[in-house]
């Protein structure tokens, strides 16, 4: 009877272990600026840092305009010292509305994980918000080695 109980508890273990790990992805957990920060002049670069580390070939910060128009910029980077965290170096931007967008793989559980939120420099626009998005799988041709 002690061996089932034993059995029984390591197997109950076992899937709440598994259950944490299918429902663990790289959610953001905070970034500088904030989102839906209003700044009276351009942030010299905007950090994102998200709960899981990142695969860096696979991740990327993106800048919209108000007419969503992808921005020319530097490439996003990954903090060389902390593989949790990303930023992007805008360089000069007028005032207006803009969307900071990120596509980051969890290094982690190999999940997708993409979101997006407004920043405002200049006059504050109304109705902005965050928003992400979760997807099982990464499309890659090939493996991730």
Wanted: net charge negative; aromatic share 8%; proline share 8%.
């Amino acid at each position: 009877m002690r061996r089932i109980l034993v059995f029984g508890a390591a197997l109950l273990a076992l899937t709440f272990l598994s259950v944490s790990v299918v429902w663990a992805h790289a959610n953001l957990l905070r970034s500088e600026p904030a989102p839906n920060a209003v700044l009276l002049t351009a942030p010299d670069e905007i950090r994102l840092w998200f709960s899981e580390p990142l695969e860096p070939d696979f991740s990327r910060i993106t800048l919209r305009d108000a007419n969503g128009e992808t921005l020319e910029l530097p490439p996003s980077q990954l903090e060389p010292s902390d593989p949790f965290q990303m930023f992007i170096e805008p360089g000069a931007l007028t005032d207006g509305l803009y969307t900071v967008a990120w596509r980051v793989l969890s290094s982690a559980d190999g999940h997708e994980t993409r979101g997006s939120f407004p920043l405002t420099i200049g006059t504050a626009v109304v109705g902005a918000g965050v928003s992400t998005e979760i997807e099982d799988e990464f499309p890659v041709d090939g493996a991730l080695i």
